[in-house]
């Protein structure tokens, strides 16, 4: 894979960064979380500092190909600037007018940010032309290409893939960090290897509990989708999530995981409530329960004690570990020790520690977890995923191209 080294000299060059600024917002549309805005400041500094001219695309929320001012990237803008002590302009279109003029007037060593790259539906179009026309756009605005966007890696996307196909193209800071962490938590992995998987839905993990059966020691499952393996080995679990769609995948997994000699740890008591309001983040009484005796009328939220310890221990005890989904609903209180305990548990492994992204991620921060006690903590929730589940990933893929 190409590496910003492989690029030369870059003062002068106008150089098209895609990062990935997809963050959360508020009502008020301030930034909640701007950790991804963060990890891209290594290889935004790095290339001001070569004096290159920077001009940075992003994508924020879905407005699926229409310009909404909900989704501008204007609060990105405001906060970059923050962070890099530097004004960041933001361009009123993406190629456009706009665009062009405050690319133009960019000097050594300064840097421009574009409007959403998803207010044109070119953007994510199936079709290959559609995108192709785009990157041409894009390639219009660049010197060379930068791929630091490692959220979107797994997206064919013609700011991510078809772009690279154009100009000179290289890997990012974040994203070769990426890459290079996520492959030594699973091509060759210290032992025992460890992986912890969690949240709400079972089949988004389906494919990564297969390509990972027979290459990790064990598999920790918490979280909304343990319910679907505790369903599926006959257990009744109240009105907790279940995937009944999933339940003949999770009872293949059990039996091929005890055939191979390997161990999936489930929860053995989990924390329920009858009363729970997500959207305002409330639960009624909350009660630890064995997993083999949940109430009819009583919805798991959260991994129990005995389960953290048993989840804690194994951790612990790992030389790799790999964690993506939290154990439990953590944005709401009283329901967050299960999440925390993994957190806290992963601090403490004695080798290599990843953080798979997305609301593992935001968990650590939520939580209060400074970033720096875990080995790495990913950008990119569904790319880490597939990475896992061993896909190809179309943005990585094309770096490794010839260009």
């Not at 009872?251 to 191979?260: D, F, N, Q, R, S």
Request: charged share 25%.
């Amino acid at each position: 894979m190409r590496t910003i080294d492989t690029l030369g000299d870059l003062a002068g060059k106008k150089v098209f960064v895609r990062s990935d600024f997809n963050v959360p917002l508020d009502e008020n549309r301030n930034i909640t979380d701007d950790g991804r805005i963060r990890a891209a400041l290594p290889t935004l500094k790095r290339l001001l500092d070569a004096g290159a001219r920077v001009v940075v695309s992003a994508h924020l929320g879905r407005p699926k190909g229409q310009v909404k001012p909900e989704f501008s990237l204007a609060p990105v803008a405001a906060r970059l600037s923050e962070l890099l002590g530097a004004d960041v302009p933001l361009a009123a279109d993406t190629v456009g007018p706009d665009a062009h003029a405050k690319v133009d007037a960019l000097g050594n060593g300064q840097i421009v940010l574009l409007e959403n790259v998803r207010f044109d539906k070119r953007e994510d179009s199936k079709v290959d032309a559609e995108r192709e026309e785009l990157a041409k756009e894009y390639a219009d605005l660049a010197d060379v290409f930068v791929s630091d966007g490692f959220g979107v890696v797994h997206r064919k996307q013609a700011s991510v893939y078809d772009i690279a196909k154009l100009v000179p193209s290289a890997a990012g800071e974040l994203v070769f960090k990426e890459i290079d962490s996520l492959s030594r938590a699973t091509k060759n992995p210290e032992r025992p290897y460890t992986v912890v998987l969690g949240g709400s839905k079972v089949s988004d993990k389906l494919g990564v509990i297969e390509n990972l059966l027979d290459k990790a020691d064990r598999l920790l499952i918490g979280g909304g989708m343990a319910f679907t393996f505790l369903k599926a080995q006959g257990l009744g679990v109240g009105k907790s999530l279940v995937d009944d769609a999933s339940i003949e995948a999770c009872t293949g997994y059990l039996k091929a995981a005890e055939a191979a000699g390997k161990r999936i740890l489930l929860p053995v008591d989990v924390r329920v409530a009858s009363e729970v309001d997500f959207g305002t983040c409330t639960v009624g009484q909350v009660d630890v329960v064995p997993t083999d005796a949940i109430p009819a009328d009583k919805m798991g939220l959260d991994i129990g004690p005995a389960t953290e310890k048993l989840f804690g221990d194994a951790i612990r005890q790992a030389r790799s570990v790999f964690w993506n989904g939290p154990m439990g609903v953590f944005e709401i209180p009283g329901l967050e020790s299960g999440t925390r305990t993994v957190a806290q548990a992963l601090t403490e492994v004695d080798g290599v520690s990843v953080v798979g992204g997305g609301d593992s991620a935001s968990a650590v921060r939520a939580l209060g977890f400074p970033e720096d006690a875990f080995g790495h903590i990913s950008t990119g929730g569904g790319a880490s995923l597939e990475l896992m589940e061993g896909k190809v990933l179309p943005g990585i893929a094309v770096l490794k191209e010839g260009n």
